[in-house]
Nanobody
Framework: QVQLVESGGGLVRIGDSLNVSCAAS????????VGWFRQALGKEREFVAA????????YYLHSMEGRFTVSRDNAKNMVYLQLSSLKPEDTADYYC????????????????WGQGTQVTVSS
């Protein structure tokens, strides 16, 4: 079983940048696709980005491409999400998840989930 722990969330201003991280407990982490999702208060969980196990491909929700960057360091069992040019609508709990399927846009693709880290963008 893989345990995931997110960190790095916080309160920032419009236009700021923030790096959130996802730490995994298991050395098999490198065999999993990792997805980032977010959930704003009262809204459904939304796909943000995904990265392959080796890091050779990444995908983003179109509206976030260019502002968000996902990367990973399997030697450290870490996945990172860099958030830039933040907007109030980016305010949400951000979750990382690990899975092995191909439908990386869907939460159903993922087996293991972290507890989330809160990002708040204020004006």
């Amino acid at each position: 079983q893989v345990q995931l722990v997110e960190s790095g969330g916080g309160l920032v201003r419009i236009g700021d940048s923030l790096n959130v991280s996802c730490a995994a407990s298991d050395r098999t982490f490198g065999s999993y696709v990792v997805g980032w999702f977010r959930q704003a208060l009262g809204k459904e969980r939304e796909f943000v980005a995904a990265i392959s196990g080796s890091g050779d491909w990444t995908y983003y929700l179109h509206s976030m491409e260019g502002r968000f960057t996902v990367s990973r360091d399997n030697a450290k069992n870490m996945v990172y999400l860099q958030l830039s040019s933040l907007k109030p609508e980016d305010t949400a709990d951000y979750y990382c998840a690990a899975g092995t399927g191909d439908n990386y846009y869907s939460p159903d693709n993922y087996i293991y989930w972290g507890q989330g880290t809160q990002v708040t963008v204020s004006s």
